[in-house]
């Protein structure tokens, strides 16, 4: 079955550049997030990588996806105190519907 | 505005008491699903709809049912509530099930005691 698993704290300093890493294990993966969550806030979409890609880059934030080894990195650069929050890690897998596996969560702690 | 809302946001409930969390899109969307949140466990679905009538268990069902009578709503109905269902869910929609991209709701925090 699918897995998606990511170390649940990360803290960095104001300025430095935030990496934060997820594996996952079903290679029929079609799409893989990154979601943020803010306190008391929903899910958002911050970025997504085809299964096909090995980066894709958005202003401050790069997706790396390798394949082979099924990991994934997201990489903040610059990173606020904004961007303190919750990173979750999601697959979807190809299939009859839309399966979407999510990972456990990364605690992003920005000190000033 | 394009939005999942969803009611009520906190509740505070008993065991055996039912109860009904609401969800509903503004969307037009046929994809629907409810998910719970715990502690180092991430998000787990508890139930999808692909579209009207349409409804499938997810990854931990036992102890919640769900209805799609009409596209916009998506209620998850806990018949007789126990503390290991406290925990924040959410609700989600796409607009199908091809659709990259889901679309959460707020949360609601339910602590059955």
């Known amino acids: 079955g699918e897995d998606v698993e990511q170390s649940l704290f990360l803290s960095v300093r104001e300025g430095d550049s935030s990496v934060i890493n997820c594996t996952y294990t079903?290679?029929?993966?079609?799409?893989l997030y990154w979601y943020k969550q803010e306190p008391g806030a929903g899910l958002q979409l911050l970025t997504y990588?085809?299964?096909?890609?090995d980066m894709k880059q958005d202003q401050r934030l790069t997706v790396l996806l390798n394949k082979k080894d099924k990991h994934l990195s997201l990489r903040i650069a610059d990173t606020q105190t904004g961007d303190s929050a919750i990173y979750f890690c999601?697959?979807?897998?190809?299939?009859?519907?839309?399966?979407?596996?999510f990972g456990t969560g990364t605690k992003l702690q920005v000190i000033p | 505005e394009a939005q999942v809302t969803q009611n009520p946001r906190y509740l505070i409930t008993v065991t055996g008491k039912k109860l009904t969390v609401t969800c509903s899109q503004n969307?037009?969307?046929?994809?629907m699903s409810w998910y719970r949140q715990d502690p180092g466990l991430g998000l787990r679905q508890i139930y999808y709809?692909?579209?009207?009538?349409?409804?499938d268990k997810g990854d931990v069902p036992e102890g919640y049912k769900v209805s799609r009578k009409e596209k916009r709503n998506f209620p998850l109905i806990l018949e007789s509530p126990s503390p290991n269902q406290t925990s924040l869910y959410f609700c989600?929609?796409?607009?199908?099930?091809?659709?990259?991209?889901?679309?959460f709701g707020p949360g609601t925090r339910l602590t059955v005691t």
């Open positions: 989600a929609s796409s607009a199908d099930r091809n659709s990259y991209e889901q679309y």
């Open positions: 079903d290679s029929s993966s079609t799409y």
């Open positions: 990588i085809f299964s096909n890609m």
């Open positions: 999601a697959e979807r897998t190809s299939g009859g519907y839309q399966k979407v596996t």
């Open positions: 969307m037009n969307h046929e994809y």
């Open positions: 709809s692909m579209n009207v009538e349409v409804t």
